[in-house]
């Protein structure tokens, strides 16, 4: 499918995804403006505030974007996953221009202006409405397009905390290895910090007190403005009352990780309890950790995970590789220190998968992990930050190999090492087992021959108050996905691009459920 292809099938969903990145930039900059403004001023009237105030709000800026969204996230009140995090998030990071600008602009005001106003015998606050703040306008309004333009640009992460926006195209098109899906999202992106670039330089001219510009023009401007406000509070409006919302008792929150087999995991349990009258709300591609911080928090109700994973990387214990030992300590400390069940395993394990090149493993005909150690020296080796700071990840794996890499192994984005890997740019990655992209992409696993990794044996975790509406689909689902079947499920959103919800729809259907 080429990219105009694409487009044309999923004109509809790039809209939506669209408006959400729109709504959250607005919202954001309203909030950023509301507080920025104010506050610009007060430091003008209060100098000594500059420096501590302004090297507040250049902190904000200086964060990494995921970082503050996982600072936030365990906030009360203000934290959580979904849009209320990213707006805040957007609003501390677009303070720092629109409050140096109002500082700058009404500093920048002609003293000898000032002095007139004040021996026509204004006061300050009239002197603040009436001259100060219009000749400051245009300044004001340049920060303010600079903190839409970084707003529009930090707005694309936001979906690793899924508040949607068109990172969800860009982080899918990264883990699926699917350029239109990339292309989507970046030029969308673009386009949209371009055009709300544009409009406000549009409005600013029209606050240029220095330059004429007609009433006709400016009304023009403001109605253009205003249908476009309308459009997306509109739009927002007409989604929420047109879609079914249950009791929040009865409702299923399902989350999922940033994973294509995680998305598919959750959309199994999802359209299964559709099937049995239930309403589903889908918390999908959480970044990170975020799955079990917001289950802890109540932001979802289950998500699917793997034991392996539940045991090293959350419960912190050495790894084991008795797969019936690691599920029973792990279903026993979740339901003894986090109040979370365990669903019985799915039948599969998604283990950790050392994978080369297909051409390499063929020409060196390596079969096993303790087959690539020789040939290693001279290899690149790239593994994803989970693998690189596991318990169960790189630090011991090389130590049970006697792995001894050239060169440091590059630290990256799982997603990322799939690409470089083909692409030749590193010659060793550590991904997962039941990955789709092992078979598009023609890469080799090597066998664990030291059984150096522990099993993760794909289950879900689900709070202790939602578990009996979920039982019996767990029953159903205990053992029923093969490693086989999980891998072709993959593959087929991965490989052969198709929607998560039409392959489980299939699925499902298949199995009889």
């Not at 703040?133 to 903190?147: N, Q, Y």
């Not at 029209?206 to 997306?232: E, H, M, P, Q, Y």
């Not at 109040?339 to 799915?346: D, E, F, T, V, W």
């Not at 790239?382 to 169960?392: I, L, N, V």
């Amino acid at each position: 499918m080429n990219f105009f292809e694409f487009l044309q099938q999923n004109w509809s969903e790039l809209f939506a995804l669209t408006r959400e990145h729109l709504l959250l930039v607005f919202i954001s900059t309203l909030f950023a403006v509301v507080i920025g403004v104010p506050l610009g001023v007060l430091l003008t009237r209060r100098k000594s505030l500059q420096t501590p105030v302004l090297g507040i709000a250049n902190i904000f800026q200086t964060v990494p974007s995921l970082a503050l969204f996982g600072i936030l996230i365990p906030l009360p009140f203000i934290g959580g996953i979904g849009a209320k995090t990213a707006i805040i998030a957007l609003t501390l990071y677009s303070l720092l221009p629109i409050i140096r600008n109002t500082v700058t602009g009404i500093l920048s005001v002609d003293a000898k202006v000032r002095e007139a106003a004040e021996a026509m015998g204004l006061t300050d606050w009239q002197i603040l409405k009436m001259v100060e703040l219009p000749l400051a306008a245009p300044v004001v309004l340049t920060g303010i397009r600079v903190a839409v333009v970084i707003s529009v640009g930090v707005a694309t992460i936001a979906a690793a905390v899924g508040a949607g926006g068109l990172g969800t195209y860009i982080f899918r098109g990264l883990r699926q290895n699917d350029n239109n899906l990339l292309l989507a999202g970046a030029i969308s992106s673009a386009l949209l910090a371009l055009s709300a670039d544009f409009l406000l330089g549009q409005i600013g001219k029209t606050f240029d007190f220095t330059n004429r510009v007609s009433k006709t023009r400016r009304k023009f401007v403001f109605a253009g403005a205003a249908i476009l406000i309308l459009a997306i509070f509109g739009w927002s409006f007409w989604q929420k009352t047109n879609v079914q919302t249950a009791n929040s008792d009865d409702k299923i929150r399902v989350g999922s990780k940033d994973f294509t087999e995680s998305v598919i995991l959750a959309e199994i349990l999802a359209q299964m309890l559709e099937k049995k009258g239930a309403a589903v709300e889908r918390q999908y591609e959480l970044g990170g950790n975020l799955a079990h911080e917001a289950l802890l928090s109540n932001q979802i109700d289950v998500y699917p995970e793997y034991t392996g994973t539940a045991y090293t990387a959350i419960l912190k214990h050495p790894p084991i590789t008795d797969a019936a030992e690691v599920y029973q300590k792990t279903k026993t400390e979740y339901a003894e220190n986090f109040g979370l069940n365990l669903s019985p395993p799915l039948g599969f394990s998604n283990d950790f998968a050392i994978l080369v090149r297909g051409e390499t493993a063929r020409k060196a005909n390596l079969k096993t992990i303790s087959d690539a150690v020789p040939n290693s020296k001279n290899w690149q080796a790239g593994f994803g930050q989970d693998f690189m700071s596991r318990a169960d990840g790189y630090a011991g794996f090389a130590k049970a190999y006697n792995f001894q890499f050239a060169k440091q192994p590059r630290e990256m984005d799982l997603s990322l090492t799939y690409r470089a890997l083909a692409a030749g740019q590193i010659d060793v990655i550590a991904g997962n087992s039941t990955d789709g992209l092992i078979t598009a992409l023609d890469l080799f696993q090597l066998a664990d021959d030291r059984r150096y990794f522990p099993p993760y044996q794909a289950v879900f975790v689900v709070r202790r108050d939602k578990s009996e509406l979920l039982d019996e689909t767990f029953e159903q689902l205990k053992n029923a996905i093969s490693t086989d079947e999980m891998r072709g499920l993959n593959y087929e959103t991965d490989g052969n691009k198709r929607q998560p919800k039409e392959v489980v729809a299939e699925w499902i259907e298949k199995k009889n459920f």
